[in-house]
């Protein structure tokens, strides 16, 4: 069983940066993968990044690569996702997941509460 707990989110202006954080319990988090997720309103869940267990391989949606950057630390069960040049676009609920096998996938195993961003134009 893995709990998620995200934290960081906000309201920025557009342009800004912010850093969001997904805390996990367990003493297994360094065999997870990780994904970070988002909803708007009105629109389905989309993918943002995910990062492997081993934190070695990355992966990034198209809207969001070289703005957004996932990291872990997996001495502190923590996966982070910074965002930088943030667009009202961006503007959604995210989820952070845990899942052994991980990628570019929906049907992660575990997911957080979310943790709303609000860009402001």
């Known amino acids: 069983q893995v709990q998620l707990v995200e934290s960081g989110g906000g309201l920025v202006q557009a342009g800004g940066s912010l850093s969001l954080s997904c805390a996990a319990s367990g003493r297994t988090f360094s065999s997870y993968a990780m994904g970070w997720f988002r909803q708007a309103p009105g629109k389905e869940r989309e993918f943002v990044a995910a990062?492997?267990?081993?934190?070695?391989?990355?992966y990034y949606a198209d809207s969001v690569k070289g703005r957004f950057t996932v990291s872990r630390d997996n001495a502190k069960n923590t996966v982070y996702l910074q965002m930088n040049s943030l667009k009202p676009e961006d503007t959604a609920v995210y989820y952070c997941?845990?899942?052994?096998?991980?990628?570019?996938?929906?049907?992660?195993?575990?997911w957080g509460q979310g943790t709303q961003v609000t860009v402001s134009s």
């Open positions: 990062i492997s267990a081993s934190g070695r391989t990355t």
């Open positions: 997941a845990a899942d052994r096998v991980g990628g570019v996938r929906y049907d992660y195993h575990y």
